[in-house]
Structure formats: C-alpha cells, structure tokens
C-alpha cells in the first residue's frame, strides 16, 4: 500500500501551485474578465448608437417623422 501512496503523492507533487502564483492569478483572472467584458459592451453599444443615430437624425436634427407612415 505505500508505494501506491508514494506514487499518489508524486503524482499530486507535479500539480502543486505556490501561494504567491495563487495570488497573481487572484489579480490577474477578475482584471481579465472586466477587460474582455468592457471591449464586448463596447461594441455592442457603439453600432447601437450608430443606428439609433441614423434612425433618429436627419441634415442634423432629431427627427421623429422618419417613423410616420406619411
């Protein structure tokens, strides 16, 4: 039974990660996912407000009549 418990414990010993590498990823991770997360909104809004600009403006000026039937 020890050299199946020896074997376990080499094998858990590769995947051992240190507490400072512990810490940066705790940084790192949230400081990513924010990042990727702005630059999706971005350019989800920016085309938004392209088209809405190009619906409600017109020579310049806020126009609701490009949604009359007339």
Do not use: H, W
């Not at 414990?9 to 990513?32: G, H, L």
């Not at 989800?44 to 009549?65: Q, T």
């Amino acid at each position: 039974m020890e050299s199946t418990a020896a074997a376990a414990a080499d094998i858990t010993a590769q995947y051992q990660v240190s507490a400072a590498r512990m810490e940066i990823d705790r940084f790192i991770v949230p400081t990513v996912t924010i990042f990727i997360g702005l630059i999706l909104c971005f350019f989800m809004l920016f085309p938004l407000s392209a088209i809405l600009k190009m619906s409600f403006f017109k020579g310049g000026e806020f126009a609701l009549a490009n949604f009359t039937l007339a």
